[in-house]
């Protein structure tokens, strides 16, 4: 199944149209602390002076403002296409359903196609209708927010509860932030939890990727999947183990790093100075600038800094590309 | 046969460790006959909190994927401005990003050459997996793949088959993280959920998420309070809560650290430390499932 990629997706997938560095933040699973990085990360840019975009695009459930203590502000609705039916002009020639591959559309009677299951907005119904009976109506999926605060900017979507686009709402998140690329230094994705699609479509673009982790079998096992998707994009890509005085088994974690050539770029430990931020809604890096585990952000920040965000680099990684 | 399934709205706030815990009591001493179903096809590793090896799979075709055939194809690009997923790229010839295409047609639709038709592919397996007398029914998503939503469907139909081929009492799913497709397949035909959460902010936002879900599906819910004793303030927030959105606290468990411990060695806490905190507070949680059995 992990088939080889057509070099025009790759290349696709690095391609963006500006040249502000995007790191992303993913990790195989949910709970090791993504988010935790995420909005520390872009505190602790922010300290720095630089301007930032922290785009969260794990859509089904995004908490990054909760992290970073800031409430959601400008919401916009994400819409799709919806067909409306005319059914003075259908002919009923049942084209229409024939074509939804959602199996989404019924005809109960004469003249009277409904829509009942899911739709995904992709047209087809409408392209084939020959009678012209179908308009293309518009119906919304989600939410986009967009939220500033002093040098941050919070680009967040979320899902309406029980659908099955996340992955347009992921795009439009991205999508929104991209649009402003040129106002920030450096643009951060925190991406949903797995190695599906959506972790894939949330990372576009990315310089770099930091996977989080912890040092459990799960972390480990977890850690070996996103390694290797990323791997099929050629992202470059470090391993940040969260929770690393957990009494786990680390030496699993590095192999694993090792094994897909990705440098540790950090340890965080489990401290009650970060679990603070946490509770509080303040990221450790504002709340407790001096603690140990602002420390290690700053550092992450001052790496980055340095391979990403000076121009001499800049032109070397295209060039690479 | 009852169907409990249990969610949490995202991960990690010990969904799997919990299903997996509560698998074990259930089935000590032979009372209760149970399948489980792990239907976090994204990240599945209910076998690795069991201590268990997968032993046999089979694959699966949950997606529908556009393909060209370039002998037809004229390169007249109709394709690319066609896909609404933005999932056909290319400037010489069209490329199919397979990865984000839906299956939707209307590429097959729009092509003047007949180039392009859709077909199914494998995206995903289905892993067994016996760890003492239980049986794990396991969905596992290929890397980079699309729908976990219909994945999710064809795992819940085998465990049902399992489940009820074996005489199960206790169809028990640990759930997919999330409030999307994945979530509401792994929802449907329950008789129960348990929301888990723990006291955060971010959790109790995400339970409220998923109760939205659960209660829009009409399906009766209680929630569980995991590392309880984390912060008192926060934990005090989601008992109100709870209490005022009529769903019945099941239990608290406090958090414990030969939880980890035992997790690292691929055994369960209630099994290696019976006695400690949060073996004792998981085995009042499971009379309470078992309650919900009778
Ligand atoms: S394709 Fe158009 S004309 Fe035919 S049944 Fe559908 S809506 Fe009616
Ligand atoms: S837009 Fe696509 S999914 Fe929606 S009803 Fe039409 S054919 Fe079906
Ligand atoms: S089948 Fe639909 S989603 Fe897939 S490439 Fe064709 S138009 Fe795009
Ligand atoms: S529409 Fe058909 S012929 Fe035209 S580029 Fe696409 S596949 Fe080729």
């Given amino acids: 199944m992990n088939k080889r990629l057509h070099p025009e997706i790759i290349r696709h997938f690095h391609n963006t149209p500006f040249s502000t560095p995007i790191i992303g933040i993913t990790g195989g699973k949910g709970g090791v602390g993504k988010s935790t990085v995420a909005v520390n990360l872009a505190a602790a840019f922010v300290a720095q002076g630089k301007r930032v975009a922290l785009v969260d695009a794990d859509v089904d459930a995004p908490n990054d403002s909760l992290l970073l203590g800031i409430p959601l502000e400008n919401p916009q609705p994400v819409t799709i296409m919806q067909p409306i039916f005319d059914s003075a002009q259908c002919t009923d020639c049942q084209k229409c359903v024939k074509a939804c591959q959602m199996n989404s559309l019924f005809r109960p009677k004469e003249k009277s196609i409904t829509l009942m299951g899911e739709c995904n907005g992709c047209?087809?119904?409408y392209l084939v209708c020959p009678a012209g009976a179908i308009s293309q109506g518009s119906h919304s999926v989600g939410t986009l927010y967009k939220t500033k605060r002093g040098k941050l900017t919070l680009y967040t979507g979320a899902l309406?509860?029980?659908?099955?686009?996340?992955a347009l709402i992921v795009n439009a998140v991205g999508d929104a932030a991209f649009?402003?690329?040129e106002l920030f230094d450096i643009i951060l994705v925190d991406t949903a939890?797995?190695?599906?699609c959506?972790?894939?479509?949330?990372?576009k673009g990315a310089r770099h990727v930091l996977a989080v982790?912890?040092?459990t079998p799960l972390g480990s096992h977890d850690l070996e999947l996103i390694l290797s998707l990323l791997d099929m994009f050629s992202i470059q890509r470090s391993v940040v183990i969260n929770r690393a005085n957990l009494p786990g088994q680390k030496e699993k974690v590095e192999q694993a790093a090792q094994a897909a050539s990705a440098a540790i770029a950090a340890e965080i430990k489990l401290d009650k100075d970060l679990l603070a931020g946490y509770l509080e809604g303040t990221p450790v890096v504002d709340l407790l600038p001096n603690s140990a585990a602002a420390e290690i952000f700053l550092k992450m920040t001052d790496y980055l800094t340095a391979t990403y965000l000076s121009p001499h680099n800049q032109t070397q990684q295209e060039q690479q590309l | 046969m009852k169907e409990i399934v249990i969610l949490s709205g995202k991960g990690g706030v010990g969904k799997s460790s919990l299903t997996a815990a509560l698998a074990h009591l259930l089935t000590e001493n032979g009372k209760y006959r149970l399948t489980l179903a792990d239907t976090d096809v994204d990240a599945p590793n209910l076998h690795i909190v069991l201590g268990a090896e997968f032993d046999r799979s089979t694959g699966v075709?949950?997606?529908n994927k556009a393909i060209i055939d370039y002998d037809k194809c004229s390169r007249c690009m109709n394709c690319v401005s066609a896909c609404a997923f933005d999932s056909i790229i290319g400037t010489e010839e069209p490329v199919i990003i397979s990865y984000s295409c839906e299956g939707c047609g209307v590429c097959s639709l729009v092509c003047p050459e007949e180039a392009v038709s859709v077909h199914p592919v494998e995206n995903g397996q289905i892993n067994f997996v016996t760890s003492g007398t239980v049986r794990v029914v396991a969905g596992a998503l290929g890397i980079g793949e699309s729908s976990s939503g219909r994945l999710v469907d064809i795992v819940k139909r085998q465990a049902r088959q399992e489940a009820s081929l074996s005489g199960c009492d206790l169809l028990l799913t640990d759930g997919p993280p999330g409030i999307g497709c994945p979530v509401i397949a792994a929802l449907?035909?329950?008789?129960?959920a348990i929301l888990v959460s723990e006291p955060t902010p971010s959790a109790l936002s995400d339970l409220q998420r998923i109760t939205e879900v659960v209660q829009g599906f009409k399906i009766p819910a209680g929630a569980v309070l995991n590392r309880s004793d984390m912060d008192p303030q926060s934990a005090q927030t989601t008992r109100d809560w709870l209490t005022g959105n009529e769903l019945p606290l099941l239990g608290e468990i406090p958090y414990d650290p030969y939880l980890p411990q035992a997790l690292a060695r691929g055994n369960l806490g209630v099994k290696m430390y019976p006695d400690a905190p949060s073996s004792l507070a998981i085995k009042k949680l499971h009379k309470v499932v078992e309650g919900l059995l009778e």
Avoid: W
Avoid at chain 1, 193 to 196: M, V
Avoid at chain 1, 198 to 203: K, T
């Fill in chain 2, 188 to 192: 449907k035909g329950a008789d129960y």
């Fill in chain 2, 61 to 63: 075709t949950a997606s």
């Fill in chain 1, 179 to 181: 649009a402003d690329a």
């Fill in chain 1, 213 to 215: 982790t912890e040092p």
């Fill in chain 1, 198 to 203: 959506n972790v894939i479509g949330a990372l």
């Fill in chain 1, 193 to 196: 939890p797995g190695t599906h």
């Fill in chain 1, 160 to 166: 309406q509860p029980g659908l099955a686009e996340s």
């Fill in chain 1, 123 to 125: 047209e087809a119904c």
